[in-house]
């Protein structure tokens, strides 16, 4: 049975002190409220607050993830945060290849895939984003496009470190828009992206990786989204920022 996930990533929001109201309230509600043994609730935090929220989690139903990570260990690479810090302050996951940062921070395929390894070799669970723009998908080209995606970030692992990602597919034109990819839409991209992982790996290694949707994900429309075969949860943007919401989000498996 796969691992299902209400991963929450709040982006640049949140003071620190609104940020340890909005964590705590959500370990607590998790810990009394979610009963499903199989869902992990995982909170993508600003890197400055990791050390100190990572202190707060009382149930092993939710981990803390960092938004971003850079490959190399140590070094003169003034800023940036590798993977060993960040798992010296109690970070389980790190969200990469987000669209935001593909866009912003021009992230390439081929950096990703050094963040992959990072993220692997020290033991920590990679959130690996990908997703077309609307443009894309008009031109029909997104199915492609997204194998692509995953062909150059991850198919260099071998069959075992392959299985220890997490894959979150969110379309562009989903993000914070309020359009969210219908549930038939999406399984049929979960799918797609299954079936060629299927054929690199064989199907009993496609089936046991998680695959989330991300795009507008609210407590309204997660039910249903979730119920699709090959949609194992969702990273969620702005409803994260909502206690309540997203809490009932992780409930709705
Ligand atoms: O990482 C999360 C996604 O970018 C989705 O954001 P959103 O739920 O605000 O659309």
Redesign the pocket.
């Known amino acids: 049975m796969r691992t299902k996930y209400a991963?929450g990533?709040w982006?640049m929001n949140m003071t620190f002190e609104e940020g340890q109201i909005l964590f705590s309230e959500v370990t607590n509600m998790v810990k009394d409220e979610v009963v499903n043994p199989n869902v992990k609730v995982v909170m993508?935090v600003p890197a400055p607050y990791l050390s100190s929220f990572s202190k707060l989690i009382n149930t092993d139903k939710v981990s803390i993830a960092a938004q971003n990570c850079y490959p190399k260990a140590s070094g003169a690479y003034t800023g940036e945060v590798s993977v060993p810090m960040l798992k010296s302050a109690g970070v389980e996951y790190v969200?990469i290849g987000?669209?935001?940062r593909r866009e912003y921070f021009n992230e390439t395929d081929q950096f990703i895939a050094e963040k992959v390894d990072a993220i692997l070799a020290e033991g920590l669970t990679p959130i690996f984003?990908c997703g077309e723009t609307l443009g894309q998908r008009e031109e029909g080209i997104h199915f492609d496009f997204v194998k692509g995606q995953l062909t150059n970030s991850l198919f260099h692992l071998d069959a075992d470190a392959v299985q220890k990602v997490v894959i979150?597919y969110?379309p562009i034109w989903?993000?914070?828009?309020?359009v969210t990819a219908s549930s038939e839409q999406a399984q049929e991209m979960h799918k797609v992206l299954r079936d060629h992982l299927a054929s690199k790996y064989g199907q009993e290694v496609a089936d046991n990786i998680s695959i989330l949707y991300?795009?507008?994900?609210?407590a309204g429309n997660a039910p249903e989204l979730f119920s699709q075969p090959d949609i194992d949860g969702?990273?969620?943007?702005?409803?994260?920022l909502d206690s309540r919401g997203f809490t009932d989000i992780a409930k709705s498996f």
């Open positions: 991963a990533n982006k993508g969200i987000h669209s935001e984003c979150a969110e989903a993000i914070g828009t309020g991300g795009g507008s994900v609210k969702g990273l969620v943007g702005g409803a994260s």
